[in-house]
């Protein structure tokens, strides 16, 4: 294992000349997974991100590891399904960092879909992973499941499984493993590699042959006499100022898996905008004071969205919007006003004993989904599958859910290898059944479970904090614990995560500001009020060393993550948020008046339908008497 630190940064800056087989440009799960099976296939694979890791939407997702039940309804079958593959391999093989998730589905008076309805989905859904595992339960029964929920109008409900994760750890195990050569775990080894991830004799760090670098910017693409996309120009973006002169990369063939903001790259070579940038916002609330034991799905009382409540390391989540987010997408995105009403109506309208107020509320996260625009008026309308574009040598990934990273990665590098002299030896590689994560093969290989993968002294840890670092660390949850100090294993206070945790990350995970350890490492700036800022002190006492900060680097960094946690983390000015009573009072009104509108549209359709059959049944008549008088006709 190579630490990420800043005198690793340095040597790695100076490999990106080498020739390169790909370059993919993006640092989100998609980057990820694709670099994951690159490594796999033995590609010489090169990912640049020019902020952190998981930066943009694959670190302020909803978490949740799911097929997309409401994907299904819409006529999405395939991307369900592959949802669903997905959600269950990931199940299997990364127990600590995929976990299950129950669901609750409230139905109520007035719902557009049926009992019946949502039990063919539903057994669908389990169909397509192979088991039953869903059910219905009467109202009383369902208040027991959630005992918060509003009684008024409650039909029932369902119960159903799917599956949640820390989205920014998940995309940072695979860009580890797919470096240190983890992905290789398949029987072949890649080149430069074995499947225990150590360097093959004679091979070192100016030989990577898997490289991934955070804070590189891929500011302008490079072209061939004849045009052809074959490499970046790169620009390091770790400090304030650009640190280094640009580099040029060059490389057979360059992914643009930027999400959202896959349309720059492409403006590049005269293609045609085509992403509808939506931006999804989250509420956090502490556990104790918004208590659900599973997800509780259920809809808005305005628009009739789908909203989901449910646990996650310790919190509740309360989301998720979809509205329009236009570019520039820049700074990073943040709940507005509305939409904290929106949800706040959300909770207030199907959770009432609870009497919750923004004062509850410890933050607020929103990510931009990169969704492919069609011109459709409702933003939830558009679909969620991905897109493969080959446009001047460029190939862009783009759209898609964090639960299809693998099959977004498998239909990029198709692509690529058929610009390769041996593609289709790697391309029958490509679709052998093989592990996700490393931990399952390894385990495998001993005859074990994936959970029962060693851990050199893990042995005094409780199983679920062993779980817990062998899921999120994988093979580096050894050296994790072998570099704790005095009290490092003790629970960082509110979180489920090890103070060992965060000095690892100082240590070895590619922190180049405050915000990427608290944010996406250790995740403090969404678990704890004000971002962690009053766990500070012992913050730094311990992060600080690691980093090689000076104490003015070290004021510098906490100034700026506290501007960052006060201006997208927390709530927005109270005077910009609208008064979510009153939106539900207007809206029930309205659903009133659509009510009566419904009535009067039932009795008109009642009458005419009554007026149909008096209609139907005189012209019965009328032929019968017809038929009989030809008869008497017929015998006189």
Known sequence: MTPWNAAWRARAWQQLRAEWDIVIVGGGIAGAGILHEAARLGLRALLVEQRDFAWGTSSRSSKLVHGGLRYLRTGQVGLTRASV???????AEGAGLVHPLGFLLAQYEGDGAGQLVYGAGLAVYDLMALQWSHRYYSPADFQM???????????????????????????????????????????GAADGFSPGGEESPGEGDDERQVLALNYARAKELLRDAAGEIVGVRLVDTSGDEVARTPVD???????????????????????????????????????????????????????????????????TLLGTTDVDCPPPLDADPSITGDEVAYLMAAVTAQF?????????????????????????????????????????GLLTVTGGKLTTFRQIGRQALEQVCGRLDDGEARLARLHEDAPVLWTAAEAAAGGDEATSAPLPG???LPEETRRRLLGRHGREAADLLAAAGPGDLEAIPGTTALWAELRWA??????????DLLLRRVRLGLLLPRGGGDLMPHVRAIAQPELGWDDARWADEERRYRRLIAAAYALPDRRDIPDWHALLATSRVEREQAAVERQARGRTRQRRGAAALLAAALLLIVLWLLSRHRERAGHG
Do not use: C
């Not at 593959?85 to 199940?91: D, T, W």
């Not at 607020?364 to 625009?373: C, K, L, M, S, Y």
């Not at 100082?506 to 915000?515: I, M, P, S, T, Y």
């Open 249 to 315: 990369v060059r490389a057979r063939a360059v992914i643009n898996a930027t999400g959202a903001w896959a349309d720059f790259l492409r403006g590049q070579v005269g293609a045609e905008a085509r992403l509808r940038p939506l931006r999804g916002s989250h509420l956090v609330f502490p556990a104790w004071r918004f208590p659900v034991a599973q997800a509780i799905s259920f809809m808005h009382p305005v628009d009739g969205r789908p909203v989901f409540a449910f646990p996650w390391e310790g919190v």
């Open 85 to 91: 593959q997905g959600r269950e391999q990931l199940l």
């Open 458 to 460: 893990g042995e005094r």
């Open 506 to 515: 100082a240590r070895a995970e590619g922190v180049a500001h405050l915000d």
């Open 352 to 392: 009432p004993a609870l009497g919750l107020t923004l004062d509850d509320i410890s933050a607020t996260f929103a990510g931009i989904r990169p969704v492919i625009g069609s011109g459709k008026v409702d933003p939830s309308e558009e679909s969620r599958d991905h897109v493969v574009w080959q446009e001047a």
């Open 145 to 187: 499941l959630a005992p918060y929920i509003s009684p008024t109008g409650l039909r029932g409900g369902f119960q159903y499984n799917d599956a949640q994760t820390d989205d920014a750890r998940l995309v940072l195990r695979l860009i580890r493993e797919a470096v240190d050569g983890g992905a290789a775990v398949d029987g």
